[in-house]
């Protein structure tokens, strides 16, 4: 975690003595020195990060790296702050009166007091180091880490008995179905999950088989750990395959490079049907390494790897990508099954000890190695009362740290959080922010990061798409769990694990990164740099300042923040906030002070009562993100046009009869923003701002509402400019409005979703060009040719909704239509009566919803080829009603028995 804030300091340090040198004076050397002596720690850094929790020694001085570049990263931030304030220009435009700001000794006395001291902390620091650690002059380590500190469990995986598992009959049923398949080329099995899932106790068993051991000639396990040594594993891999043959093992071993390990094992195996285990591979490159020492004889060998990283799982079956198993939770009824086995050597639940015994393990959430663990720690206490028990529940994420079993298990888990590199620990530590069992945003969690600073620039790829890129590798390596994904395949929910959220806590917790005030701990912290606020908002009355504060968030406080919390956030105790999240609390007025917060990058005012924002908030000239979505704000002050860093502009609900924000004439020129949302035209800037919005050149959204058909010109001219954009939403001032986008003879080809509310005269040509078009919705429309004939044919359509937007009696899909929909949602088409799907059409349909068609006649023709459909939503009338029931198992109702959810209203 050190590494992770020297890495974001250094690179904070580089930009401001680069573009503040002519400020800093004599103290630029100073900063210099400081720079380098943190260069210098840098390499022992990666060791030491990996290897802290083997050593606590080790511990307290990764620690105070962390606190130094911390205070550094304080006095960089007051001195900016400083500056700031001096010039009431802004901190670019302060540049023209350097001279006036040099002689402003006070603020000069102060930085060179407080850097001098960091200063000499980095020295003594570093001192220490090199006396304790034995480090060379270019910053590596001549004393090895103990990596034997504490026992790793892994090998009880592999004494289990079969008696001892649960859920694994059907998993180890397909393992065994994939290694003994007909096929003779050699094939790799990948099983892939978090840290504890039972990926190793699996393998096992479905390696021992009889039927396993009898198939193959050749048997050898082989663990390869998180830092191997390509020659000694190849060594090792000599090795067991010889005894396992029982020929002796070449004398020459010792003296083979890694080029004729891989050859002697290639020889070995050539002649041979073998099957291998490599258990525990956590790099592909690691994979990469091995790899061709496995001949393929075509003699039906395999490979079974186990691996907490998809990546590694996918890259190691590219030959065989449907061997891939992925280890799914324990569910509650085989977690339950397991607890008792293990607590209860008679398998059954004492009953005043169940209700807090299902508690404790549903911060399991399946997790197999959890379940043993806590069940190990609880079958040695006392069961003749609860007390103990709920002593247990309440306090069980510090309870590993006198418990062996628990002690272990959280380092097996941890395992995965030291192998990530610098730039994700710290993102994976923030996540620990959020509560317990919370449902994270991705685009929320996103725009968190940035503005925090953790996410590095990166030449062709916007810093959203960079974000996403690392939440894709959290997820990639087992640490973050996908939950909600949408129709068109994107990320928008995901989750830790509980048992993970008490490893970063606790990391947390030691490197004063961040804290929680919740009803179970509401002592607030002296010391802190991200606070988060959940359910309550504790004892205010002990603290008033948070100097060294970066973020506030909070989450489901019902108590009333004004005149307790709103004197600590404005009052000038939080000068270096980056990120105020106050989504969904008790607010109704954002105050005046505001602006105060020079820093703030992150601003969400989400689901408060909000009416309006102060002119103040000009003064934030560094935010990026001002989330304003679900609050009663519908205008916004002109001083916004000053924040020529924001990003994302959120100014809508759907709640509300209008759910924009009245065009500001001029904010065409806020040229960093990519999300827009959402824009009212009816008025006359509206009409100004339509013909003008093609300079914001950077927009990836973009939402506007109360469109009038004479905007349709000023609107398609703007549009054609708009490259970048990805979703849009044009919606008119009445449903009745024409949205006039006939012009639009060059549309944005990297438009993915699009949404247009209000009649068309003609269907848009150009959105059959939308060779990218992943989901597409049409509002009343009220088209009278039929839209499908012309959007069948779209390559990558995911999903579709026609509301209101059809006249016609018939809709007609021809036998090529529509490769691709997974959703087709058909509402209020009051004059369809007959839907035809030609065989062929829809092959990957997986939810069709029919709705308010009253004088549809018939269940859709051809319904009855689509083997994919999963859930039908049918809302008939009378007479079609009548039809199914004179059926009942034969005519329209046969076409429609097979699928799996049917959902058949009448009305």
């Given at each position: 975690?050190?590494?992770?804030?020297?890495?974001?300091?250094?690179?904070?340090?580089?930009?401001?003595?680069?573009?503040?040198?002519?400020?800093?004076?004599?103290?630029?050397?100073?900063?210099?020195?400081?720079?380098?002596?943190?260069?210098?720690?840098?390499?022992?850094?990666?060791?030491?990060?990996a290897n802290e929790f083997n050593n606590s020694e080790l511990q307290v001085w990764v620690k105070q790296v962390s606190d130094v570049a911390h205070d550094m990263e304080d006095v960089l931030d007051e001195f900016m702050l400083h500056i700031a304030h001096y010039h009431g220009d802004g901190f670019y435009g302060f540049l023209c009166n350097i001279c006036s700001l040099i002689k402003n000794l006070i603020a000069r006395h102060r930085i060179a007091s407080e850097i001098g001291k960091i200063k000499s902390r980095v020295n003594n620091i570093r001192q220490s180091y090199q006396q304790r650690f034995s480090i060379s002059e270019h910053g590596s380590s001549s004393t090895t880490v103990n990596n034997n500190a504490w026992y790793d469990r892994r090998g009880d995986a592999l004494l289990l008995e079969e008696a001892d598992l649960v859920g694994m009959d059907g998993p180890k049923k397909h393992l065994i179905g994939w290694l003994l398949d007909d096929s003779p080329r050699l094939k790799?099995?990948?099983?892939?999950?978090?840290?504890?899932?039972?990926?190793?106790?699996?393998?096992?068993?479905?390696?021992?088989?009889?039927?396993?051991?009898?198939?193959?000639?050749?048997?050898?396990?082989?663990?390869?750990?998180?830092?191997?040594?390509?020659?000694?594993?190849?060594?090792?891999?000599?090795?067991?395959?010889?005894?396992?043959?029982?020929?002796?093992?070449?004398?020459?071993?010792?003296?083979?490079?890694?080029?004729?390990?891989?050859?002697?094992?290639?020889?070995?195996?050539?002649?041979?049907?073998?099957?291998?285990?490599?258990?525990?591979?956590?790099?592909?490159?690691?994979?990469?390494?091995?790899?061709?020492?496995?001949p393929d004889n075509n003699s039906g060998s395999r490979i079974l790897l186990t691996t907490r990283i998809v990546d590694v799982a996918s890259t190691s079956c590219v030959e065989s990508p449907d061997h891939i198993y992925t280890m799914e939770p324990l569910s509650q009824e085989e977690s339950w099954t397991l607890f008792c086995r293990k607590t209860f050597q008679d398998n059954c639940c004492p009953p005043d000890l169940e209700k807090v015994s299902r508690s404790i393990l549903e911060k399991c959430k399946g997790l197999p190695?959890?379940?043993?663990?806590?069940?190990?720690?609880?079958?040695?206490?006392?069961?003749?009362?609860?007390?103990?028990?709920?002593?247990?529940?309440?306090?069980?994420?510090?309870?590993?740290?006198?418990?062996?079993?628990?002690?272990?298990?959280?380092?097996?888990?941890?395992?995965?959080?030291?192998?990530?590199?610098?730039?994700?620990?710290?993102?994976?530590?923030?996540?620990?922010?959020?509560?317990?069992?919370?449902?994270?945003?991705?685009?929320r969690v996103i725009?968190?990061?940035?503005?925090?600073?953790?996410?590095?620039?990166?030449?062709?790829?916007?810093?959203?798409?960079?974000?996403?890129?690392?939440?894709?590798?959290?997820?990639?390596?087992?640490?973050?769990?996908?939950?909600?994904?949408?129709?068109?395949?994107?990320?928008?929910?995901?989750?830790?694990?509980?048992?993970?959220?008490?490893?970063?806590?606790?990391?947390?917790?030691?490197?004063?990164?961040?804290?929680?005030?919740?009803?179970?701990?509401?002592?607030?912290?002296?010391?802190?740099?991200?606070?988060?606020?959940?359910?309550?908002?504790?004892?205010?009355q002990q603290t008033n300042r948070f100097p060294q504060l970066r973020s506030l968030l909070m989450f489901s406080v019902e108590e009333p923040i004004s005149k307790s919390l709103n004197p600590i956030l404005f009052n000038g105790g939080v000068r270096l906030l980056k990120v105020l999240d106050l989504r969904g609390a008790s607010l109704e007025m954002l105050p005046d002070e505001v602006g105060k917060l020079f820093?703030?990058?992150?601003?969400?005012?989400?689901?408060?009562?909000?009416?309006?924002?102060?002119?103040?908030?000009?003064?934030?000239?560094?935010?990026?993100?001002?989330?304003?979505?679900?609050?009663?704000?519908?205008?916004?002050?002109?001083?916004?046009?000053?924040?020529?860093?924001?990003?994302?502009?959120?100014?809508?609900?759907?709640?509300?009869?209008?759910?924009?924000?009245?065009?500001?004439?001029?904010?065409?020129?806020?040229?960093?923003l990519q999300k827009l949302c959402y824009i009212e035209a009816n008025h006359e800037n509206g009409r100004i701002v339509m013909g003008k919005l093609g300079r914001l050149t950077q927009l990836r959204r973009l939402g506007i509402?109360?469109?009038?058909?004479?905007?349709?010109?000023?609107?398609?001219?703007?549009?054609?400019?708009?490259?970048?954009?990805?979703?849009?939403?044009?919606?008119?001032?009445?449903?009745?409005?024409?949205?006039?986008?006939?012009?639009?003879?060059?549309?944005?080809?990297?438009?993915?979703?699009?949404?247009?509310?209000?009649?068309?005269?003609?269907?848009?040509?150009?959105?059959t060009s939308l060779r990218n078009l992943l989901k597409l919705r049409l509002r009343y429309s009220k088209l009278r040719d039929d839209p499908l004939q012309s959007l069948q044919d779209l390559p990558n359509l995911l999903q579709l909704l026609l509301d209101q937007a059809y006249e016609g009696e018939e809709l007609c899909i021809k036998a090529t239509g529509f490769q691709k929909l997974k959703t087709l949602e058909l509402q209020s088409l009051e004059r369809l009566r007959w839907v035809r799907m030609e065989k062929g059409s829809l092959p990957h349909l997986e939810e069709l919803t029919i709705e308010s068609c009253k004088l549809l006649e018939e269940v859709p023709t051809g319904i009855e080829h689509l083997t994919n459909l999963k859930s039908l939503q049918l809302c008939v009338s009378d007479k079609l009603k009548m039809t199914l029931d004179q059926d009942e198992q034969g005519g329209d109702y046969s076409k429609i028995v097979h699928i799996p959810i049917l959902k058949i209203s009448f009305g």
């Open positions: 975690m050190a590494e992770s804030a020297v890495e974001f300091l250094l690179n904070h340090l580089t930009n401001f003595i680069q573009q503040e040198s002519s400020l800093l004076g004599g103290i630029r050397e100073e900063a210099e020195s400081i720079r380098y002596e943190l260069e210098h720690m840098r390499a022992f850094l990666k060791e030491a990060d790799v099995v990948s099983v892939v999950g978090m840290g504890g899932m039972g990926k190793t106790t699996l393998v096992k068993k479905a390696y021992d088989d009889m039927g396993v051991k009898k198939r193959f000639d050749c048997h050898a396990w082989i663990t390869v750990s998180q830092s191997f040594h390509l020659r000694e594993l190849l060594k090792d891999v000599v090795r067991r395959l010889f005894d396992a043959a029982k020929p002796q093992a070449p004398q020459s071993l010792e003296t083979m490079d890694i080029n004729d390990l891989k050859a002697k094992i290639k020889d070995f195996l050539q002649q041979r049907r073998y099957v291998l285990v490599l258990d525990d591979v956590w790099s592909i490159n690691a994979w990469d390494a091995l790899k061709y020492a496995f190695l959890a379940v043993v663990a806590v069940s190990g720690v609880l079958a040695r206490k006392d069961r003749s009362t609860s007390h103990d028990w709920e002593l247990f529940h309440r306090s069980l994420g510090a309870q590993s740290e006198g418990d062996d079993q628990l002690e272990s298990m959280k380092k097996i888990l941890s395992l995965s959080y030291y192998n990530l590199p610098y730039y994700l620990k710290i993102c994976f530590l923030y996540l620990g922010l959020f509560p317990e069992d919370y449902k994270i945003e991705r685009t725009r968190l990061w940035i503005a925090e600073g953790f996410v590095e620039v990166r030449v062709g790829r916007t810093m959203e798409e960079v974000a996403e890129g690392y939440l894709k590798e959290l997820i990639n390596r087992s640490l973050v769990q996908v939950t909600r994904i949408d129709g068109i395949g994107r990320l928008r929910e995901c989750r830790i694990h509980d048992l993970f959220r008490e490893v970063i806590t606790s990391k947390s917790r030691e490197q004063n990164i961040a804290a929680m005030v919740s009803k179970e701990s509401t002592t607030w912290p002296e010391k802190v740099r991200r606070l988060s606020i959940q359910y309550t908002l504790g004892n205010l820093h703030l990058r992150y601003l969400s005012l989400r689901g408060t009562k909000v009416k309006t924002l102060p002119k103040s908030i000009g003064k934030l000239e560094n935010l990026e993100t001002l989330d304003l979505k679900e609050t009663n704000v519908t205008e916004l002050p002109v001083q916004i046009l000053k924040l020529q860093r924001l990003r994302h502009l959120l100014v809508y609900n759907y709640d509300l009869d209008t759910y924009g924000f009245k065009a500001i004439v001029g904010i065409e020129g806020l040229s960093s509402t109360e469109v009038r058909r004479e905007d349709g010109k000023a609107l398609c001219s703007s549009l054609e400019k708009l490259s970048n954009l990805q979703s849009l939403s044009v919606g008119s001032v009445e449903n009745k409005e024409i949205v006039d986008i006939q012009q639009l003879s060059s549309p944005p080809g990297s438009l993915q979703r699009l949404y247009l509310r209000g009649r068309l005269e003609n269907f848009p040509h150009w959105i």
